[in-house]
């Protein structure tokens, strides 16, 4: 079992909305090409997560 699975961290889905949503709870950021990567750096471990 690796890191991401011990501690359930997975990169977030897109999803579709209907209406605008507007929260400043939320950070946005555009996706128009390459992939999410999720890095966790602990000391000397270095473990990457993706989902395209």
Not at 22 to 49: F, S, V
Request: aromatic share 10%.
């Amino acid at each position: 079992m690796d890191l991401f699975e011990e501690k359930n961290i997975k990169p977030m889905l897109i999803s579709e909305m209907m209406a605008p949503f507007n929260d400043p709870d939320w950070i946005y950021e555009l996706k128009l090409d390459g992939i999410r990567c999720i890095a966790y750096l602990d000391q000397a471990t270095e473990l990457r997560n993706k989902r395209n």
